[in-house]
């Protein structure tokens, strides 16, 4: 069974999100008031919702309650953005995800519940350093204080075997998730898959692990 996601707000951080796990396969909800941005993105994800997501009742109509994990991606209106992280808090949502401002906003957010705390403009700065001291990570989305998700241009080490010889998930726990080929993209890859040159991999395991493959070479 597939993850299920809800990200609500779909500004640029919370669009963006909702659109790469829906590429990554992943079930997503999408819920903002604004009807431009839900529009464009209802393309792009599992179900796009116009709705006041402050609104216990439209968020249980939305079938929020039932996700993994809740994204609160709301921006500039911090009163919403709490009120709705506590409401999806209280609804049960085993993974509570919400998007700080500030230390004291987190703090905040921290003192309801909030089981993980993003600074996405901060950690913006983070993956661009991160992009540049390591010279081929595309992304980065952490997961967990142990486990992330890496979007990195395949090493020249790996160009030529196939999954199955190089066996990630028994050798690291590491597995990959799809791999983009100019406009194709192979998801969920089979073990005679051949890794080529050029091709970006989407990589799922310990974050330790994953930084071994962002060495420059």
């Known amino acids: 069974?597939?993850?299920?996601?809800?990200?609500?707000?779909?500004?640029?951080?919370?669009?963006?999100?909702?659109?790469?796990?829906?590429?990554?396969?992943?079930?997503?909800?999408?819920?903002?008031?604004?009807?431009?941005?839900?529009?464009?993105?209802?393309?792009e994800i599992t179900h796009a919702i116009q709705a006041d997501a402050r609104d216990e009742e439209a968020l249980k109509a939305?079938?929020?309650?039932?996700?993994?994990?809740?994204?609160?991606?709301?921006?500039?209106?911090v009163e919403a953005n709490i009120l709705v992280t506590l409401i999806v808090k209280e609804m049960g949502i085993k993974c509570v995800v919400a998007k700080a401002l500030n230390d004291l906003h987190a703090k905040v957010l921290a003192k309801i519940g909030a089981d993980k705390i993003v600074f996405p403009e901060r950690d913006m700065g983070i993956r661009v350093a991160r992009?540049?001291?390591?010279?081929?990570?595309?992304?980065?989305?952490?997961?967990s204080p142990e486990y992330s998700i890496e979007e990195i241009a395949a090493p020249h080490r790996l160009a030529g075997k196939t999954l199955a010889e190089l066996n990630l998930r028994a050798?690291?726990?590491?597995?990959?998730?799809?791999?983009?080929?100019?406009?194709?993209?192979?998801v969920a890859p089979g073990g005679d898959d051949v890794i080529r040159v050029g091709d970006i991999l989407v990589l799922l395991g310990p974050t330790k692990v994953l930084e071994r493959f962002q060495e420059r070479e």
């Open 62 to 77: 939305a079938g929020v309650r039932n996700v993994d994990v809740a994204i609160v991606a709301i921006g500039e209106d």
């Open 171 to 186: 050798k690291h726990g590491a597995m990959v998730m799809a791999i983009k080929r100019k406009e194709e993209i192979i």
């Open 131 to 143: 992009a540049l001291a390591a010279g081929n990570v595309l992304e980065h989305i952490d997961l």
């Open 1 to 43: 069974m597939r993850k299920q996601f809800a990200v609500i707000g779909l500004g640029r951080f919370g669009a963006s999100v909702a659109t790469a796990l829906a590429r990554m396969g992943c079930e997503v909800v999408g819920i903002d008031a604004d009807a431009a941005k839900v529009e464009a993105v209802m393309n």
